[in-house]
Each structure stands twice: as structure tokens, then as C-alpha cells.
């Protein structure tokens, strides 16, 4: 009898062919077996973790590891000093060519800031205005193995999407999920819509008026938002790493306020910037630096911009007003600027003084007398021997009519 045979007679003796263990491996690196075809128990403690955590964030499981949260916030409350009811479906900032497109709103929090192949977004939030309320949507992923469907989903809400609108978007969030989508084998659209970044109109307004241009410092001093008991963006990696680990949701939950607060401000700021770029009266702001973004699409408007504020105006404004008064052929506005400001030795309105009375008015006499103020170097050394041979040729030439 060999032993495929004496096998066969144990087996039948046994009553029929056996569930054979299998191994599941511990975190402690033990093995312990369980039946095949029972529930194992750590999935099914995670299912129930997950289910807990999309309930305490008024959400739902719509994928194993995904949670979705739906919120509509009504355009009747407030942010801060802003009434919601003030928003612009369509915030007209300067030189904005996609104003009129529909702006999705994206923030993220992820496993890193320091960004590199193994940092992953965890949250993805985004929101969209409609007539009377703005639409928020976030996507949370509770293991590292959901991110593919996550991304899924969120390619699939974006579908709607004509322009992206971020806050520090394009130096971070954006490159980081176009990474992932490409590691995960994703379609995505993200970097072929259009991409506004508030971070940029805000540095050009604020960054000599504020110190710093962080989205917490824009929401209290252009929003009079203050947050209470905010969890800081940089503490969201380890809230996320205590869920994975030790199944602790506290942390975790504020990181999911904290992001919505930070795409509800995004909106709201969005409409704000684009109000205070038309009447920049509202606030204490960087008028220079507003006039010249205004003045690389209407020249026109910028300089009437400066002129009704002309009087309050600093010297690198009214030096800029000069020059969009020469390039409209308004000479006579413009040297009287340049007059006001070589008072002070202002560099630049000396060099046109001089320039001026070279080439225009003919006034050589006056032409060296602004190009002598000038810092010393070689190009006003040369512009003084060019106005000496030029006074020296009209003496020659005034004489020799004379004796004609």
C-alpha cells in the first residue's frame, strides 16, 4: 500500500477532507492560525473603526478605507467680518483671462511636508460655489492601501472643474498629486486645467505690510477670522499616523475641521483680494505693487489708479506714475513728477530730468545740471561728455552763423 493510498484511508476514516490551518502574521512577528474562510478579526475591527470615524465626521464609507463628507454651508452666515452673501460667483482678479470659469477650491493634508515619493495626501478637500451656498467635499482615507480608490473618486468629482484655485497650490498640493496619480496608474485632469494660486496676488499686495503671507495671517487681517482651538497643519501627519497605529480619532477629527476651515477661507478670499484690488482704499495694501499687476494688462487704469491717489502715494509710485504718463505722451505730467521727486535725489527721476532735457526740451544746460546729482559711475561720466561735446558743437556752430 503506498501513501497516497494510506492517506485517502485516513481521510475517509476522519470524515471528509478538512479546513487546513493558515498562518495570519502578528505585528510581533508571531504567526497564529485561523481558519480559511473565517472573518478576520483584525479587518473586521478596522471596517468597524472606520464606520465609527465616518459617523463622528458626518460621513460615509464609499469605498473600503474611503470616507466622504458632504457639507453645503449656507451663503446667510459669515467668516469672520464677511457676510458669505457678499461672494462673486466669478472674482474678477486683475488680469484674470478664466474669471468667468467654474473655480474648484483645493486644499490637502498629508503624511509629510517635505513632500518626496513617500508622501501621500490623506485628505483631499475641495469645494465649488453655487447660488446659495458653497458645496464642500473631502475624501479621507483611513489605510495606506485606499489611496488609489481615493484618487478615483476625487478624478471623478473634478470632472465639473474648469479651474483649479489653491493657497500655496502650485509649489505643493498639485505637484504632489499629480505624483501620486502617476504612481498609482491614474488618469487625471489636474494639470491640464487652469491653476489660480492665492498665495501669489497676496505677497504682491501684503508682504511689505504684513509679517508673513500665510493663509492663518490673511484670514485674520483681511477676513478678521480667528480660529479657536485649530489643530496647526503641521501636526496632521502624526493625528493620521495615531489613527493607523492606535485607532485614535481625536486628533484626526480636527484635522478634518482644519481643513474645511482653510477651503472655506480660500473661497471667501478669493472674492475678497479681487474686491480690494478694484477699491484698494479698503485697506492698507502695497499700492505700488497693485498698479504695476494692473498696469501689465491696462495701462490706462493704472495710471488713473495712481493719479487719484497721487498725494499719498511713495516715491517708487510716483515714479511709475511718471513713466505711464511718458508712454501716453503726457510730458508735462510727467516732468512735473520727476521734479517733485529729484528734490529728494531721487535716482531715477534725475536720470529722466536729464534724459528729458537732452533729447526733448534741448535744454543742455539743464540736462548736466540733473546728470551731476547722479550717483558717480561710468554711464553718467559718459552722459556728461556727451552733453559737453553736444554744448561744445552748438557754441561751434552759433559762432560760425555769427560771423556768416
Known amino acids: 500500500m503506498n501513501l497516497k493510498t494510506k492517506l485517502s484511508r485516513l481521510q475517509s476514516q476522519a470524515g471528509g477532507r478538512q479546513n487546513s490551518p493558515a498562518l495570519s502574521r502578528q505585528p510581533n512577528g508571531l504567526t497564529i492560525p485561523h481558519r480559511v474562510g473565517q472573518p478576520n478579526r483584525d479587518s473586521n475591527h478596522k471596517h468597524h473603526s472606520d464606520s465609527r470615524l465616518a459617523k463622528q465626521l458626518q460621513g460615509k464609507l464609499i469605498a473600503e478605507g474611503v470616507i466622504q463628507i458632504e457639507k453645503q454651508i449656507p451663503l446667510n452666515s459669515k467668516l469672520g467680518a464677511i457676510e458669505l452673501s457678499e461672494l462673486q460667483t466669478a472674482p474678477q482678479l486683475p488680469g484674470d483671462e478664466h474669471a468667468k470659469l467654474k ?5 490637502t493634508e498629508t503624511t509629510g511636508l517635505s513632500g518626496g515619493s513617500g508622501t501621500l495626501a490623506f485628505l483631499i478637500g475641495y469645494a465649488w460655489q453655487e447660488r446659495s451656498a458653497i458645496c464642500l467635499r473631502q475624501l479621507v482615507i483611513t489605510r495606506f492601501s485606499a489611496e488609489a ?3 478615483e473618486q476625487f478624478a471623478s468629482g473634478l470632472e465639473a472643474a474648469e479651474r483649479l484655485v489653491s493657497y500655496n497650490g502650485k509649489s505643493y498640493d498639485l505637484p504632489l498629486l499629480i505624483s501620486r496619480f502617476r504612481i498609482s496608474s491614474r488618469k487625471q485632469q489636474i494639470d491640464r486645467l487652469p491653476h489660480l494660486d492665492l498665495l501669489h496676488p497676496t505677497r504682491r499686495l501684503f508682504r511689505h505690510h504684513w509679517p508673513n503671507c500665510r493663509l492663518t495671517t490673511l484670514e485674520q487681517s483681511l477676513l478678521g477670522f480667528y480660529r479657536v482651538d485649530d489643530l496647526p497643519g503641521s501636526e496632521a501627519p502624526a493625528a493620521w499616523f495615531d489613527y493607523l497605529q ?16 482653510d477651503i472655506v477661507s480660500l473661497v471667501v478670499a478669493h472674492t475678497e483680494l479681487a474686491s480690494i484690488a478694484r477699491n484698494p482704499d479698503r485697506c492698507d495694501l502695497d499700492l505700488y505693487s497693485l498698479a504695476r499687476w494692473i498696469g501689465e494688462f491696462d495701462k490706462e487704469q493704472a495710471c488713473g489708479l495712481l493719479r487719484k491717489r497721487v498725494e499719498q502715494t511713495d516715491e517708487k509710485s510716483k515714479g511709475y506714475l511718471a513713466h505711464l ?23 531715477e527721476a534725475l536720470e529722466k530730468l536729464a534724459k528729458y532735457h537732452e533729447h526733448v526740451s534741448k535744454d543742455l544746460d539743464a540736462a548736466r545740471h540733473y546728470c551731476r546729482q547722479l550717483p558717480d559711475c561710468q554711464a553718467r561720466t559718459h552722459r556728461l561728455r556727451r552733453l559737453q561735446r553736444k554744448a561744445d558743437l552748438r557754441l561751434s556752430r552759433a559762432r560760425q552763423s555769427t560771423i556768416l
Not at 330 to 346: E, F, K, P, V
Open 103 to 107: 473655480n474648484f477650491y483645493l486644499d
Open 149 to 151: 480608490d481615493m484618487l
Open 246 to 261: 492606535r485607532g485614535s480619532d481625536q486628533k484626526l477629527l480636527k484635522v478634518v475641521e482644519h481643513n474645511q476651515s
Open 325 to 347: 504718463l511718458q508712454k501716453s505722451g503726457d510730458w508735462q505730467g510727467a516732468t512735473q513728477l520727476w521734479y517733485q521727486l529729484a528734490q529728494n535725489r531721487y535716482p
